[in-house]
């Protein structure tokens, strides 16, 4: 076991690199304070977290081949009914976080690995929740809808309703493989049909579970319903723009005349990425712009022209500074980075928290519109485009952002809730 305070304290995390890097992050913050932490994450990661030197567990899944097979392009076109990790997959997966957490002294898990909590009662040691969108029940808006905000009784019941129902439903949807592993290997009862939130007998140390939203206030600000369980960090950033050297061409091409748009859509992979390609492409000539193209894990196989330069990945925090403006997916990482950025968005979402997010950023008026990839054409584009090159409140609005969220610190904020936990949690 190690000294008191300097818990081992592990993360789980799949998705993408932008899910990774605040949870890096967070690791680094709590590594500067004398703690020893290990990330547990998909293989994918093993050596983006090699290069900041944090340990690391790999827990089972290739994500980007995950989203790459037919059920993944199924869930980023949107149906939200398919199920991406099959039963055999999440048994190891539990079992790789249950073998990666012996020793620990707290937990910190990511929306995508909600199975922390079994975990960490297993350990009988602390868990919190570190999320990048609003996971806690309100009525201020619905689950996946925080860009719908009201303050009337009846949209207000059938908001809180939501996150319970989703709850419910993402419960049953594994609850037998979950309570099997809770028998088997955790050596916990199994919990009721229901789910945790109706067990009798939670113990206290996770009731209510503790969330921590790493995103800003000056983006999403908290529902007046919410408890002391959930706090409010802050964006958690990661400084990836010191370790990066450009290529000269990519430099040289930065420096011509006008400022590129920047476009990118992270880890989603296109069902159609030629036909997107050349829709974008399309739009920048036809209104004269010169953009960085990002392929990330979507392969571009169209011929761009010298005004477009392809680029497989850059760190946000260094490029987009450089940029007029963003055209992406609308992913928080994303988001984060532009508003970090002070840049304008065109927001082209996939599915998930991205639309949400492509209206919030509407609402706060850093974008012009949001096009979900479905339904996106040139035109639209174009459109859109003219009416950030012509209207500097976009920029304006996106600077004033950025002042705000300056003056937080989330990773600061994220070490102090882990460190209070622990404190507590020293009988």
């Given amino acids: 076991m190690q000294d008191e305070g300097h818990g081992s304290h592990h993360h789980f995390d799949g998705g993408s690199r932008g899910d990774i890097q605040p949870f890096c992050a967070i690791a680094l913050g709590l590594i500067q304070k004398g703690h020893q932490v290990t990330l547990a994450s998909s293989p994918n990661f093993a050596d983006f977290a090699a290069h900041w030197s944090i340990p690391f567990a790999p827990i089972a899944g290739d994500f980007k081949q995950l989203l790459s097979s037919p059920t993944g392009l199924e869930l980023l076109e949107g149906n939200q009914r398919v199920k991406l990790v099959a039963e055999e997959l999440l048994?190891?997966?539990?079992?790789?976080?249950?073998?990666?957490?012996?020793?620990?002294?707290?937990?910190?898990?990511?929306?995508?690995?909600?199975?922390?909590?079994?975990?960490?009662?297993?350990?009988?040691?602390?868990?919190?929740?570190?999320?990048?969108?609003?996971?806690?029940?309100?009525?201020?808006?619905?689950?996946?809808?925080?860009?719908?905000?009201?303050?009337?009784?009846?949209?207000?019941?059938?908001?809180?309703?939501?996150?319970?129902?989703?709850?419910?439903?993402?419960?049953?949807?594994?609850?037998?493989?979950?309570?099997?592993?809770?028998?088997?290997?955790?050596?916990?009862?199994?919990?009721?049909?229901?789910?945790?939130?109706?067990?009798?007998?939670?113990?206290?140390?996770?009731?209510?579970?503790?969330?921590?939203?790493?995103?800003?206030?000056?983006?999403?600000?908290?529902?007046?319903?919410?408890?002391?369980?959930?706090?409010?960090?802050?964006?958690?950033?990661?400084?990836?723009?010191?370790?990066?050297?450009?290529?000269?061409?990519?430099?040289?091409?930065?420096?011509?005349?006008?400022?590129?748009?920047?476009?990118?859509?992270?880890?989603?992979?296109?069902?159609?990425?030629?036909?997107?390609?050349?829709?974008?492409v399309s739009a920048l000539v036809a209104t004269g712009q010169r953009a960085v193209l990002c392929s990330g894990w979507g392969s571009v196989s169209t011929d761009l022209p010298p005004s477009v330069y392809l680029l497989e990945e850059a760190p946000h925090d260094w490029l987009f500074p450089k940029v007029t403006a963003a055209i992406h997916h609308g992913g928080s990482g994303t988001v984060a980075a532009t508003l970090r950025a002070g840049i304008p968005s065109i927001v082209v979402p996939f599915f998930g928290d991205q639309p949400a997010w492509g209206k919030l950023l509407v609402q706060l008026g850093v974008c012009p519109a949001t096009h979900l990839q479905s339904e996106l054409t040139s035109d639209r584009l174009v459109a859109s485009i003219q009416t950030i090159l012509e209207d500097s409140s976009f920029r304006e609005q996106s600077q004033q952002l950025q002042g705000q969220l300056q003056a937080e610190d989330g990773v600061a904020r994220v070490v102090s809730i882990v460190e209070s936990h622990l404190q507590s949690s020293i009988r």
Wanted: aromatic fraction near 14%; hydrophobic fraction near 45%.
């Fill in 91 to 280: 048994w190891q997966q539990l079992l790789d976080a249950w073998n990666a957490c012996q020793g620990s002294e707290l937990i910190v898990f990511s929306p995508l690995a909600l199975w922390g909590y079994h975990l960490a009662e297993a350990l009988k040691i602390p868990a919190i929740l570190a999320t990048q969108i609003p996971m806690a029940a309100t009525r201020t808006f619905p689950f996946l809808g925080f860009a719908e905000r009201t303050d009337q009784w009846l949209p207000g019941l059938a908001n809180l309703l939501s996150y319970h129902l989703v709850g419910f439903l993402g419960w049953r949807s594994n609850a037998k493989l979950i309570n099997r592993f809770r028998q088997d290997v955790l050596h916990l009862p199994q919990l009721p049909w229901s789910g945790a939130r109706y067990r009798r007998n939670a113990p206290p140390f996770l009731s209510p579970l503790p969330i921590v939203n790493c995103y800003s206030a000056a983006a999403i600000a908290p529902p007046p319903d919410w408890g002391s369980a959930i706090q409010q960090a802050g964006y958690c950033f990661l400084d990836t723009a010191n370790s990066f050297t450009p290529s000269p061409e990519l430099q040289a091409f930065l420096d011509e005349e006008p400022k590129p748009f920047y476009v990118g859509f992270g880890s989603m992979i296109p069902r159609h990425p030629k036909q997107l390609a050349e829709t974008i």
